[in-house]
């Protein structure tokens, strides 16, 4: 069977729900697996699928990888990776496979003392997303900065608070945050749907969503206009980098952790090659006003889920609209990862992009607790350095 024929036979098993086995069959394309003649969605696929069940990795898009290593385990040098995965047992020719099931995390985990974490719901045509926002103890009514949280596959907004510890860096900054949550129903793992084109278009699909609840915050407290910001990991990231293509208006600052950059795919086989190679840009992206957005991204550079190069990729797109200069600083966490810290800034000697290169890091939150899932406490602090980052930076003064 041609290329061409598996990507087809694919795209037809991913229309009709049967995301598995559309991903086994590009797995063997890539990998070279696939010999003449073979046919799928057969009883004989079928029966593989059900032996060979993969793990389910973060930011999969409904992607589900199969790690081809006998040897993977959650240990210090890929901690947390599977922590969130529940508890299951197949054979295969990868041996045994485990998924641990974990407790969700305790309010100590995720709030400051005198702090508050609230739940809320926005919907608007596209759907309905429910929320939990981070009010500091020390907000009176004060105008203070918002930062949006995407969080990335099988994560929840509690989840993800915990194992970054956001609202504890907030606590300190005296910020609003707000995490969006994203239903099974809208993707069966929780994956915001950064590779759909209809979800990375201004004012609609899942960026509607999350601008609204931007704006629904903006409205319901008061927050500077001027210092609203979006970060995420993985499926969140790569949402975020959508949110800051298509609301350059809304958004001052974005942070993009091991994620990819809008338009880097536009369905589930062109997803999976992204993640496995990099990917593109999508033109047909309907953008805000074309402001250059200020941008963090962090990316381990042993990341066997979304390929490093989707951060080099990030900052490309994002450059087009500016000339920089670079200033590249090296250094290594006490007892943890190496970094290269990549600094770009503009005319005025502002820094507008910045490269956090962790050398040795997996697909993981830099930095965050082990408390919550997908993170390695090894690395630079990541949450600190995204908040440094983005208040630096506000929106310019609107004329009028």
Request: aromatic share 6%; proline share 7%; net charge positive.
């Amino acid at each position: 069977m041609l290329k061409q024929d598996i990507v087809r036979e694919a795209t037809r098993l991913t229309r009709v729900g049967r995301l598995v086995e559309a991903t086994v069959l590009l797995q063997r394309m890539l990998r070279g697996e696939t010999a003449p003649g073979t046919t799928f969605g057969t009883a004989g696929d079928s029966a593989l699928t059900r032996h060979e069940q993969p793990l389910i990795i973060d930011a999969k898009a409904d992607i589900i990888e199969k790690m081809d290593r006998p040897h993977f385990r959650a240990t210090s040098t890929q901690p947390h990776m599977l922590r969130d995965e529940p508890l299951h047992r197949t054979k295969g020719p990868s041996g045994l496979r485990l998924r641990i099931r974990r407790a969700p995390p305790s309010t100590p985990d995720i709030l400051p003392a005198d702090a508050k974490f609230i739940e809320g719901v926005y919907s608007n045509r596209a759907g309905s997303r429910t929320y939990r926002l981070f009010i500091p103890s020390r907000y009176h009514g004060q105008p203070l900065p918002l930062v949006v949280m995407l969080h990335g596959c099988t994560q929840s907004p509690d989840d993800f608070a915990a194992g970054t510890r956001m609202n504890f860096i907030a606590e300190e900054q005296t910020c609003f945050v707000v995490y969006p949550a994203q239903p099974r129903e809208a993707n069966r793992a929780k994956c915001w749907n950064w590779f759909r084109t209809a979800d990375q278009q201004r004012d609609r699909g899942e960026p509607s969503l999350i601008a609204g609840i931007t704006r629904q915050i903006m409205r319901d407290y008061s927050v500077d206009p001027k210092r609203v910001y979006a970060g995420g990991l993985s499926a969140g990231a790569a949402a975020a980098a959508i949110m800051g293509a298509t609301y350059s208006d809304l958004y001052a600052a974005i942070g993009v952790h091991s994620g990819l950059a809008c338009g880097a795919a536009i369905d589930l086989p062109s997803a999976f090659v992204a993640m496995r190679q990099g990917g593109g840009s999508n033109e047909k992206v309907i953008l805000g006003d074309g402001s250059l957005v200020p941008t963090i991204v962090f990316h381990g550079d042993r990341d066997i889920t979304v390929h490093p190069s989707n951060g080099d990729h990030i900052l490309e797109q994002s450059m087009k609209k500016t000339s920089t200069q670079k200033k590249v600083h090296r250094g290594r966490v006490p007892g943890g990862l190496a970094y290269t810290r990549t600094i770009h800034t503009d005319a005025s000697g502002r820094a507008i992009f910045e490269h956090w290169n962790i050398h040795g890091a997996g697909h993981a939150w830099s930095g965050g607790s082990p408390v919550g899932s997908y993170t390695d406490p090894r690395g630079p602090d990541a949450t600190r350095e995204m908040l440094r980052f983005f208040l630096e930076h506000s929106l310019p003064q609107q004329p009028g």
